[in-house]
């Protein structure tokens, strides 16, 4: 998505005069962007006309910073589409509320409620969890395992088959022990059957929550709108968390489940453990939408991870957008020194997917490790060429030789680097916001 709307953007304002033609182009190409990023088509449809009301063709005319104007429209649309206008119900610490889960099977639920559990239970709550789940087998035993791991205080049966029952009692029972934080956990069917939503009404009308928070796979596409909406029309879902936000999702279903629920996205989950959860914040998800990556984010990253001395020489470089092998070079050293660094990457976008994907970080590092073996080969000018065609057969021949590996792995890092140096290129000349200040622009 961020590629195409970026590429939109470009070539408009490389167009001379910017027309109603021209910016009518600009809009269709950015339409069918979010529209291949899962956003639901009306919702496409009504930003599009809102960005026309709102980008004044004479301002554009009258030369001032047309990509800046329609940008910052793109960007302000988005983030409105992600407000619902109101905050979600938001628990109190040390008084009681009960938090209800609502989704279909495989959402996320059972995973996210201990998430949710543990994020508060860090920050001094005394949350319990309630596995109101008696339609799928070992749901009781996921619950038990994931709440025992995290020691959050845990209630269900293995012989009660009345999911209302078991909520109640447990809901009962943690009310009484002072827990501040309830949340119960529901079954979810494959599809939204009428049975899923009348148990999830009864369960609903015998526990009274607080807060319905509705979790949605990001990977379900355009369905996204109508589940959302399904799901609000039986119960009085009050926010949603859109979890599986670390594969492959485009991310567009967040905004139809704020559309179709007409509530707030608080939290995403990232990835299957207890801590890869976050806090939702709309303006560097639509950051990361736009393809910008997140720069408060980053920035923030930068601070605290690169040392003090070497963080101008390294946003100067960003900001150059030349990204030489030597750069990469620093980057690997950076890498396996500090570790972390890798994280401040990941935010990039495309960055560290694929070079470091999670959980492989042993083989990662490998891999590093042989790319900087055979840099070592390289001549100063190869190193500091912005111009990777300067690395012809017969350099990586002599690269290979030198570093004692095959060919073909010279030629698989120079493809490495050339995307590297792709994203890197992006960033040229974009302004960067100095720590504190969010600018996506
Ligand atoms: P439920 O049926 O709605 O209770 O869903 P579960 O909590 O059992 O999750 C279904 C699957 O999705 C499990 O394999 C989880 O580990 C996985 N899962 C849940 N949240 C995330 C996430 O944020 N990222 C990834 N990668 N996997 C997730
Ligand atoms: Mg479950």
């Known amino acids: 998505l961020g590629g195409s709307i970026s590429r939109a953007i470009q070539q408009m304002s490389n167009a001379t005069i910017i027309d109603e033609k021209v910016l009518n182009e600009c809009l269709n190409e950015i339409t069918r962007a979010l529209l291949q990023s899962d ?15 709102i980008v004044n063709l004479d301002d554009l005319a009258a030369g001032h910073n047309k990509r800046k104007i329609i940008q910052q429209a793109i960007f302000n649309e988005l983030c409105k589409m992600l407000d619902p206008g109101k905050p979600s119900f938001t628990p109190k610490k040390g008084k009681t509320s009960v938090v209800m889960f609502v989704g279909l099977q495989g959402s996320g639920k059972t995973t996210t409620c201990t998430k949710y559990a543990y994020y508060h239970q860090k920050n001094g709550w005394k949350p319990a969890l309630v596995c109101a789940d008696t339609f799928r087998a070992g749901a009781f035993d996921q619950l038990k395992q994931n709440a025992t791991k995290a020691k959050i205080p845990f209630y269900g049966s293995y012989m009660e088959s009345d999911p209302v029952k078991i909520a109640a009692e447990g809901v009962e029972r943690f009310k009484k022990e002072n827990c501040d934080l309830i949340i119960v956990d529901t079954s979810g069917r494959h599809k939204q059957e009428a049975a899923l939503f009348e148990e999830m009404r009864q369960v609903s009308e015998a526990t009274k929550p607080d807060l319905v928070i509705f979790v949605m796979d990001s990977s379900i596409g355009q369905a996204a709108f109508d589940q959302a ?11 949603v968390i859109v979890t599986k936000m670390d594969g492959h999702a485009k991310g567009g279903g967040a905004l139809s489940a704020v559309a179709a629920t007409k509530s707030p996205v608080i939290f995403i989950g990232t990835g299957e453990h207890m801590d890869e959860f976050e806090v939702f914040d709309v303006k560097p998800f639509v950051s990361r939408l736009l393809g910008m990556g ?21 946003l100067q470089k960003l900001s150059e957008g030349n990204f030489t092998l030597r ?5 690997f050293q950076n890498i396996l020194k500090m570790g972390p660094i890798g994280q401040v990457f990941s935010m990039l976008p495309g960055f560290s997917a694929e070079l470091m994907p999670k959980g492989r970080e042993k083989e990662s590092q490998a891999k590093i490790k042989r790319y900087m073996t055979m840099m070592d ?15 012809n057969e017969s350099r990586m021949m002599r690269i290979a030789r030198g570093s004692g590996r095959h060919i073909r792995e010279v030629m698989e890092m120079m493809e490495e680097y050339k995307r590297l140096a792709k994203i890197w290129g992006k960033m040229k000349g974009l302004k960067i916001p100095k720590k504190g200040e969010m600018s996506a622009l």
């Not at 639901?40 to 026309?52: P, S």
């Open 327 to 331: 750069i990469m070079y620093e980057q």
């Open 229 to 239: 909406q399904a799901f609000k029309q039986s119960v009085a879902v009050g926010a």
């Open 39 to 53: 956003v639901q088509f009306k919702l496409v449809r009504d930003m599009q006309t809102n960005i026309k009301k």
């Open 377 to 391: 080969s390289m001549t100063n000018e190869e190193l500091d060429s912005p111009n990777p065609k300067l690395m």
């Open 294 to 314: 997140d720069w408060s984010g980053f920035m923030d990253k930068i601070h605290e991870v690169v040392p003090m001395d070497q963080q101008p020489e390294l």
